[in-house]
């Protein structure tokens, strides 16, 4: 029986290795490690495939989100909106700046935002929202720029999961006021190591940025702001300038990948399997089902991962309990079936294996095996 990984580096790495190999070397023997020409040109090169005018890169896909609510003067007393059922560093940057998050609920469909309920979370204390591409499927971004120039809030773009990702033909991380992204190694741009960017067409915002991700350094040894270290390395730079070469590549292989899934699931009962919205151009970070045929979701879930897991397919739950849950956001006084879809979801999904390189057989043997533990 093979064995199928949620995820598998290491075909990648067959690609493009010896590329990945000079670089780092490269970067090795010319002794300069920190910031010089492989994290600047990075920084152009990723300004320009996103389409903005400004990239700054830093240490990670948390840094980013802290340093964007840092830039824009985001702290206590104001209240961030964005949702519950994605990763934490999403809302844990909110409540490192001083700020409070509000959670709404999401669309079941998309697992991503629900708008209307963001227009109904609006108060006076309200500042921005932090819109989650989740799972590489774009927010609907053109209702969300009105909902914010109606309110006049900050729109902070989390593209963790989404480089390259379109919505109505224009990249996410280019349409909100700030867009921020993670090149943790499992992201469909990542790193070899952690490392992350932020992008944006203001200009003073982006000196202030560079600005924050170094000790609030202006000159040398002269601060004018506390600021953080947050400097993505030269080793990783290089790396990810090969691997950026590649990555509208890799982002078609994955969409073939999702439909093929489709196909190949559509006839298992007691599944529901991800859409698309009209306007939006995935590039399907996760290819996330949910198991929806009993009472008892969780467990039916749980039950269907542990039987893949037994016929050699790997699979992930992301995430397993929403973040308004969480014991380190129970003092934010949220109660259960207070976000219903966002709960639900949590004890319905289970992602499957997704990456660009897996072969037509193997994706074969995930429906096969999902068809049988669901009979």
């Not at 023997?29 to 700054?56: H, L, N, P």
């Not at 773009?157 to 996410?172: L, M, N």
């Not at 202006?218 to 790396?239: F, H, P, T």
Request: charged share 20%; proline share 5%.
């Amino acid at each position: 029986m093979n064995r199928i990984p949620p995820f598998d580096l290491s075909e990648q790495y067959k690609l493009i290795g010896a590329e990945m190999n000079a670089a780092a070397l490269e970067v090795l023997a010319s002794g300069r490690y920190i910031g010089g020409s492989w994290v600047a040109d990075f920084e152009s090169q990723f300004a320009e495939y996103i389409g903005t005018s400004e990239c700054i890169a830093c240490n990670s896909g948390t840094d980013a989100l802290y340093l964007a609510l840092r830039a824009l003067g985001i702290g206590s007393g104001d209240e961030v909106i964005t949702t519950p059922f994605t990763f934490v560093a999403t809302a844990e940057v909110i409540s490192a700046v001083g700020a409070t998050p509000v959670f709404v609920d999401i669309d079941l469909a998309t697992f991503n935002l629900n708008l209307d309920q963001v227009e109904a979370a609006i108060t006076g204390h309200t500042r921005a929202v932090i819109p989650v591409h989740l799972f590489g499927l774009p927010v609907n971004m053109t209702r969300l720029m009105a909902i914010a120039q109606t309110h006049n809030l900050l729109i902070i773009e989390d593209c963790a999961q989404s480089t390259g990702a379109e919505w109505e033909g224009q990249k996410v991380g280019s349409i909100g006021h700030i867009g921020c992204f993670s090149f943790y190694p499992t992201k469909n741009l990542g790193a070899c190591g952690d490392g992350g960017a932020i992008t944006t067409s203001d200009p003073a915002l982006a000196e202030r940025l560079r600005r924050l991700r170094d000790h609030g350094r202006q000159g040398a040894y002269y601060y004018e702001e506390l600021g953080v270290n947050s400097r993505l390395d030269a080793v990783q730079a290089a790396i990810l300038q090969i691997k950026l070469r590649h990555l509208d590549q890799w982002n078609q292989q994955r969409r073939d990948v999702a439909d093929r899934y489709q196909h190949l699931l559509s006839p298992i009962p007691n599944i529901t399997r991800p859409q698309e919205m009209a306007g939006g151009k995935s590039v399907w970070n996760q290819y996330t089902i949910r198991v929806t045929g009993e009472r008892d979701a969780g467990t039916a879930r749980d039950r269907v991962r542990s039987q893949l897991q037994e016929r050699g397919v790997a699979s992930m739950v992301y995430y397993p309990l929403p973040l308004h849950l969480q014991p380190a956001y129970r003092d934010l006084g949220y109660q259960i079936g207070q976000l219903p879809l966002a709960e639900q979801a949590s004890q319905q999904v289970l992602s499957l294996p997704m990456f660009p390189e897996i072969t037509l057989e193997q994706q074969e043997q995930v429906a096969y095996s999902l068809k049988d533990c669901l009979a």
